[in-house]
Structure formats: C-alpha cells, structure tokens
C-alpha cells in the first residue's frame, strides 16, 4: 500500500487533502476554512477574493484609523525638534521662499511640516488631532493622506502665487485647514450640523487678514485644496453607489 504524501513536501505523509484543489497536504500546510483545510495556495486565493470592507465615504477599512494622522503628528514634531536643536541651516532649507521655489520646489511641501515656536506646533497639532481621526475613519489612510499633501502643497502654491517673493513661510496651518475644508464639505453632504466648522473657519479668516506674519495665502491655499479633494471623494463614492444599483 503505497503511501500518500504532501505535494508541497514530498518527505511528509498528507493528512487530508484541500477542500478547494484536492491535493494532499500535511499537517504544516493545512489551513482552516470554513468547510475542512485548504492548502496554503487556495487559502491565500480565497483571502484575496473576500471583498474589502469599505468606509463610508470608500476607503479601505483598517484596524487603526488613526495611523496616518499619529504618523503626520510624529514627522511635524521630529522636525521641529531637528530645527529647534540643529544649525539654522535646518530652518532655512525647509521653509518656502517664493522666490526659490522655481530651483528649489521641495519648499511647497517641507515648509508644512517646520515650525520654530512650541505655541505654533501646539495649536496646529492640537487641531491635527481633532480633526484627523474622525476623517481617516471615514475616508480610509490612503486617502487621508492624499487629503492631507495635497492640502498642505495647495496652501504651499497659493503662498508662492500670492505672497511676498522673498517672504518666508512655515507651518501646518495650510494642511489642517485642508482638513477642516474637507470635513466642512463631508458634514454639509451628510446633513451634519457644521455651526463649529463655520465658527472656527471664521475666526481663522479674521486672525489671518487682521494679525501680521501670518499667512492668509496658504490657510486659503490648503482650505480650498482640501474642500475640493473632499468633494471629488464624494462624487467618486456616488458613482460607485450608483454603478452598485
């Protein structure tokens, strides 16, 4: 009687054979399925076809909605330790120069990152963290982080477009407007009330046109870029809806 062994591992007895493809397979190779084992070949075909699960608004759902928005609070706080102790060198390569942005276009996107004063990072961060998990929950990582540098390099383009050629800019106050944009545009579609969002956008339009250095170009840059961004997301996710139907 001849023995049958596993057709991953010729050396080994099979123990059962897979539900899906028939072939034996040993102890090592056998995966729990619904109905018996499969071999690790079916198993991981038939994870693949399992649909995703889906966030409300179409992004992938994942265990931690809050990992893009930690890991965005942990760069913008890394830098600003390597500005606070390193050489001004540090500050001066990452800040947007308008007038150096034509041989040096990192500048649009680094400088929301920088910042020099603990009551600047503060406030941007704290806002950060308001506002982030919530839209990474319903959007999904990838996704928030596209909202999140395409807000930061519209604010970054609107300060090269509009402000002082040799004006130098910093902070993430561009990247966070973005992200308010986007939750004002996500909250008026789902028929949420927004009177918060509205009062906060008001106050910052006030503190930008009334207090001096600070950039009213790249909070209008990265509110702008981030309502439109939500606003393709929406219509991206009716589509969707519709193709469904």
């Known amino acids: 009687m001849t023995e049958t062994v596993c057709y991953r591992h010729p050396d080994r007895p099979a123990g059962v054979r897979c539900q899906r493809c028939d072939k034996p397979i040993c102890p090592a190779c056998m995966n729990s399925a619904a109905v018996g084992f499969q071999c690790p070949s079916c198993f991981n075909e038939g994870v693949k076809s399992v649909p995703r699960t889906r966030t409300s608004l179409g992004g992938v759902a994942r265990g931690n909605a809050q990992i893009v928005t930690l890991t965005m609070l942990a760069i913008n706080v890394l830098v600003f330790i390597a500005v606070r102790t390193g050489s001004s060198r540090v500050v001066n390569d990452l800040v947007l ?91 008026r579609a789902r028929g949420l009330d927004v009177t918060w969002i509205l009062a906060y956008v008001a106050i910052t339009a006030v503190i930008s046109f009334t207090i001096p250095n600070i950039s009213w170009e790249g909070h209008l840059g990265g509110f702008v870029t981030g309502a439109a961004v939500a606003w393709l997301f929406l219509q991206g996710t009716k589509r969707r809806r519709k193709a469904r139907t």
Do not use: C, K
Not at 157 to 185: D, E, F, H, K, R
């Open 97 to 187: 120069v308008p007038a150096l942005v034509d041989t040096e276009p990192w500048r649009l996107l680094t400088s929301a990152f920088t910042h020099v004063q603990i009551f600047h990072i503060f406030s941007n961060l704290f806002m950060l963290y308001q506002v982030g998990p919530p839209l990474e929950q319903m959007l999904g990582r990838v996704r928030f982080a596209i909202l999140y540098l395409l807000s930061a390099l519209g604010g970054g383009v609107a300060v090269w477009l509009l402000s002082a050629p040799g004006g130098a800019t910093l902070g993430a106050s561009g990247a966070v407007l973005g992200l308010v944009g986007a939750l004002l545009v996500i909250s």
